[in-house]
Nanobody, 125 residues
Framework: QVQLVESGGGLVQAGGSLRLSCAAS????????MGWFRQVPGKEREFVAG????????YSADSVKGRFTISRDKAKNTMYLQMNSLKSEDTAVYYC??????????????????WGQGTQVTVSS
């Protein structure tokens, strides 16, 4: 079992930055790939960024490319999402997710076995 806990969300003005963290516990952190998703009420959960279990492979959605950076620190069992140049449309609940089923991350939410509880990010315009 893997437990994931997100933190770092909050209220920020458009153009500002936030860094989300996802602390993992329960099994070897390096044994799974991870991702960030976000969701607004009434909409499907949306892929934001993913990272392989080695940490060497990352990719992100076109909507955040060039603004958001995903990373992981194996020593701290923590994954991060650095969000810069935030826009009002980035407002959502952000979730971290992990999967042991594949070495590279996926943009499909159904491929992830473990989820955090979510952290709210609100960007004011």
């Amino acid at each position: 079992q893997v437990q994931l806990v997100e933190s770092g969300g909050g209220l920020v003005q458009a153009g500002g930055s936030l860094r989300l963290s996802c602390a993992a516990s329960g099994r070897t952190f390096s044994g799974y790939s991870m991702g960030w998703f976000r969701q607004v009420p009434g909409k499907e959960r949306e892929f934001v960024a993913g990272i392989s279990w080695s940490g060497g492979g990352t990719y992100s959605a076109d909507s955040v490319k060039g603004r958001f950076t995903i990373s992981r620190d194996k020593a701290k069992n923590t994954m991060y999402l650095q969000m810069n140049s935030l826009k009002s449309e980035d407002t959502a609940v952000y979730y971290c997710a992990a999967t042991t089923r594949r070495p590279s991350s996926s943009s499909w939410s159904y491929e992830y076995e473990y989820w955090g509880q979510g952290t709210q990010v609100t960007v004011s315009s």
